[in-house]
């Protein structure tokens, strides 16, 4: 079932010590602003919650995984600290999803774009099927990936990330993110993905919170200036989206 609502929906469900958050948004599950603070919200809130051991992170639907930014917002930014705030959206999630304290597994059933690519980075393992195409288009539109781009080069490194960015206009398939090391597992159905992400989810909520917790530190370290980092970042994106360049292509996506 997918959303209708123009700030789009989030739901979490809590069972057996398994939260599963799921969002969605009728544009291809993209993320106006207001759907990135709910995320963020929920992801701390779920962090401080004992009776969760571990977090599944999806999407609505059966088609795109999360097609980023909002575009609507995106083509209405008209200042600097519009465009900071905007892009702070996503900072925030990244970084409620590195210290939340709880493992991330991602479930990805379609594909991914911009900061939905930044959202599969940021989980701990994620699980997809073969239809989770990921494509920075970022610099078509005069911008870049700067704020994701520490979890992604964190997840793929500086060549990947450089090989995702530079050839802007092309999908990467499931199988390639799989071996660059953005993806665990690749299945060919829902059905099997959906199984699987249950499967695992229920063996990590079985094992010791407390080594759960201590991994998480551990898959984490050295990203600890990442509040810093990510506002920085979020800052050159807010300031790039005001350029002449980058108005004049929305307009023209928009069309």
């Known amino acids: 079932m997918s959303t209708t609502r123009q700030n789009g929906s989030l739901y979490t469900n809590i069972q057996n010590n398994i939260a599963t958050i799921e969002f969605g948004h009728p544009a291809s599950n993209s993320f106006p602003s207001e759907l990135l603070a709910r995320l963020t919200n929920e992801l701390i809130s779920v962090g401080h919650n004992n009776g969760v051991s571990v977090i599944i992170l999806k ?33 925030n999630v990244l970084n409620a999803m590195r210290s939340c304290g709880k493992l991330i597994v991602g479930s990805i059933q379609g594909k991914a774009v911009g900061g939905g690519v930044g959202l599969a980075a940021a989980c701990d393992y994620v699980l997809v099927t073969e239809n989770a195409a990921i494509k920075l288009s970022e610099f078509t539109i005069g911008i870049g990936p700067f704020v994701i781009e520490p979890a992604v080069t964190r997840k793929i490194g500086v060549a990947g990330t450089a090989e995702l960015t530079l050839d802007a206009t092309s999908w990467k398939s499931a199988y390639w993110a799989k071996e660059k090391g953005l993806y665990a597992k690749v299945f060919e159905t829902q059905k099997e993905l959906d199984d699987e992400v249950e499967i695992l989810a229920e063996k990590l909520a079985s094992y010791d919170p407390e080594a759960l917790a201590e991994m998480k530190k551990v898959l984490w370290k050295g990203t600890e200036e990442w509040d810093d980092l990510l506002a920085e970042r979020a800052a050159v994106s807010g300031q790039l989206v005001l350029s002449d360049y980058t108005k004049k292509a929305l307009a023209k996506f928009k069309k």
């Open 59 to 91: 999407s609505e639907g059966e088609k795109a995984f999360c097609a980023g930014a909002s575009f609507d917002e995106l083509v209405a930014i008209s200042n600097l600290e519009e465009g900071k705030q905007f892009f702070a959206g996503f900072a």
